[in-house]
């Protein structure tokens, strides 16, 4: 449908206000909410994504994107949360005690919700406890840590055992990601994933949830 490709394409461009303009528009012509989100924002926000994967574009144009879907995803949210469609899974991420680092953790945080997760971002310098309290809280399909120093990686670890203290790990997926992190890593501490960059966390997500 044209207006849904135009909607892709300004996402893609960064133009929040074309995306909101269109979706009141899309809206207005008894399109559903459902049906603008992931036709619109997702498959605009899945071409950047790939793109970014490819190297074609970087940081700022992930961003400004990202704010691009967000407009638009703040018009949907109230009529999407009504007809529970907006999850595809709860993703609670964070970068990981210690560690200020949070720009790639706020691009993986951006993707997943752009491809349809319901993500509750945490911040940086997260304590163990609070990675903890949030899994058992939100209920998540999904953890997410990341981290940018060699220092703070091994709290990684930590977050794992007490998930598995505290009898949440069994339904939780754990992925991990950050410059120093890697697959190895990943296996040496029993988490179920390790993506290197954003665009392969969202892949990695919908992996492990069979999506
Ligand atoms: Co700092 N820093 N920094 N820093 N910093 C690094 C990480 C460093 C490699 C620079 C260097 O020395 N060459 C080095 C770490 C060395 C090490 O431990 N191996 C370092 C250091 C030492 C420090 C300080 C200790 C410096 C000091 O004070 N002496 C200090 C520590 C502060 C702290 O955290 N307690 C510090 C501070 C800072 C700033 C605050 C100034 C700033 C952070 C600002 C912010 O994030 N709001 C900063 C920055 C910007 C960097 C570099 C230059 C860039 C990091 C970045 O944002 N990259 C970095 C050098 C580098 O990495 N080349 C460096 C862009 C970002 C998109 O990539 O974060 O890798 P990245 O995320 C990618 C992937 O890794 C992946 O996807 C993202 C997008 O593709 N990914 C995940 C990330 N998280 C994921 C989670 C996933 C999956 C994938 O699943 C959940």
Redesign the pocket.
């Known amino acids: 449908m044209r207006i849904l490709e135009e909607m892709a394409d300004e996402v893609q461009k960064g133009n929040s206000d074309s995306v909101e303009v269109l979706v009141e528009k899309a809206l207005s012509q008894d399109m559903s909410a459902e049906e603008i989100l992931h036709g619109g924002l997702v498959e605009g926000m899945n071409a950047v994504s790939e793109k ?1 994967k490819n190297n074609e574009i970087f ?1 700022p144009e ?1 961003l400004i994107s990202a704010k691009a879907m967000s407009r638009g995803l703040e018009i949907l949210k109230p009529l999407l949360a009504e007809a529970n469609v907006i999850s595809k899974g709860k993703v609670v ?1 964070g ?1 990981v005690k ?11 945080a951006m993707l997943l919700q752009g491809a349809g997760f319901d993500v509750v971002d945490l911040g ?2 997260v304590p163990i406890e609070k990675f903890v309290e949030f899994v058992r809280k939100e209920r998540a399909d999904v ?11 091994i709290s990684m670890k930590e977050i794992i055992e007490e998930l598995r203290n505290a009898g949440l790990r069994e339904n939780v997926k754990v ?7 890697t697959e190895s890593y990943a296996a040496q501490i029993q988490a179920d ?9 969202v892949d ?1 997500t919908k992996r492990l949830l069979n999506q």
């Open positions: 970014f940081i992930v991420i970068t210690g560690d200020l680092h949070d720009i790639g953790k706020n691009i993986v940086a310098d953890v997410g840590m990341s981290a940018l120093l060699t220092t703070t990686m992925i991990i990601g950050g410059a120093p992190v994933g390790y993506a290197p960059d954003a665009a392969s966390a990695l």
